[in-house]
């Protein structure tokens, strides 16, 4: 389960989510949305693809590097550039860019100690009363990444563990106070693939992502190695790729997984022998489309719902707000001042070409 849910605690402050200035409690300032025009199915879709408008420039900062800030850093709420400046670094300026499908999340522009520069895009670009796959969250915030020339992405989670390993001798197991550093990911959702209104809206004629090694495997090395530059803090066990741990991946709701899914997944991992993990992440298909290096680390917060019986909240309260934010910030810094762009990956290679006949075999582009 995700370490923290909305429905189940209500700790997270608004601060915490990107804020449009003409926003208002009653959120009467979002833009209308045709419910009638489009398939249940296609909630997004309602929303973004009805008004979409191509035409729209991006108009922000270019870098290389970025972050979503996602749950670990959640407890600081909008003070993430405060504990930025204790490190060394410097935020340069705050945007609000347009996007295709509407307004955009609000995107931080910050140089590091090094003098590199990155973009930090809070709660992986969810608007605070904003459903986020309503509100196409996911497109607008690759869009902007996408169009900024982003190539490294690194990206934060917090989770419930499904392992069923769970007697002390399993010294393995994968428990909470872990971090851990994903093999594959199962999803629980309909993930973006492609960005409407671009090239990258439908790309499988002329491209197609493998997903194999989704989440970068030298990039995952050196988030290994700052794990262990975090001063007198210590994660109780770092679970690195070859330890074959499955991410369920979960970016938006309102609860914490069922008993019955719990289980499910528990089952699963045995039956696999990867143990599987359950919460927040963006679409690693859709950082592969972009041409995208995806770095991803999770903290284990609990155990899944449904495998323990007491109510996680309180435990989870006192992590979220205390302990693991300026961790996870100072974790976060290190990687983005020091880390380099792979040249020993699949990544790049694993987005593979396809033969021109591909695209040709479909319909061609009406005129209109």
């Not at 410097?90 to 003098?115: D, I």
Request: with cysteine.
């Amino acid at each position: 389960m995700p370490g923290w849910s909305p429905a189940a605690n209500g700790t997270r402050t608004r601060a915490a989510w990107s804020r449009d200035p003409a926003h208002t409690p009653l959120a009467t300032s979002a833009a209308p949305v045709d419910l009638n025009a489009c398939l249940p199915y296609a909630a997004r879709v309602a929303a973004c693809l009805c008004n979409l408008d191509p035409g729209v420039a991006y108009e922000g900062p270019r870098v290389v590097y970025a972050t979503l800030g996602g749950s670990p850093t959640w407890g600081l709420g909008d003070r993430f550039h405060e504990i930025a400046a204790t490190h060394g670094h410097a935020r340069l300026g705050t945007h609000r860019p347009r996007t295709p499908y509407g307004p955009g999340p609000s995107v931080e522009h910050y140089r590091a100690p090094s003098g590199r520069e990155f973009l930090r895009i809070p709660s992986y670009g969810q608007v605070i009363d904003e459903d986020p796959e309503l509100r196409a969250s996911e497109w607008k915030t690759f869009w902007i990444l996408w169009k900024a020339g982003v190539r490294v992405l690194l990206v934060g989670g917090t989770s419930g563990s499904c392992d069923w390993r769970r007697s002390a001798a399993d010294e393995d197991a994968v428990r909470p106070g872990d971090l851990v550093l994903p093999r594959s990911y199962l999803t629980r959702d309909t993930m973006p693939m492609g960005l409407p209104g671009t090239e990258l809206e439908f790309c499988l004629p002329r491209q197609v992502a493998i997903m194999d090694d989704p989440f970068c495997p030298p990039l995952a090395d050196t988030l290994r190695a700052h794990a262990g530059r975090l001063g007198s803090f210590r994660f109780r066990r770092v679970h690195g790729p070859e330890a074959g741990v499955v991410l369920n991946r979960w970016l938006a709701g309102n609860g914490f997984e069922s008993l019955a899914t719990c289980r499910m997944l528990e089952t699963l991992g045995r039956q696999m022998s990867m143990p599987v993990i359950t919460g927040d992440c963006v679409s690693p298909v859709l950082a592969r489309v972009c041409g995208m290096h995806l770095a991803y680390y999770h903290v284990v917060a609990n155990w899944g719902t449904g495998l323990e019986v007491e109510d996680p909240t309180i435990a989870l309260n006192r992590l979220y707000m205390e302990t693991l934010p300026p961790v996870a910030a100072a974790f976060e810094l290190g990687f983005l001042d020091a880390a380099s762009e792979p040249t020993a990956c699949w990544c790049r290679e694993l987005l593979r070409a396809r033969p021109p006949e591909y695209a040709r075999a479909q319909s061609p582009r009406s005129e209109q």
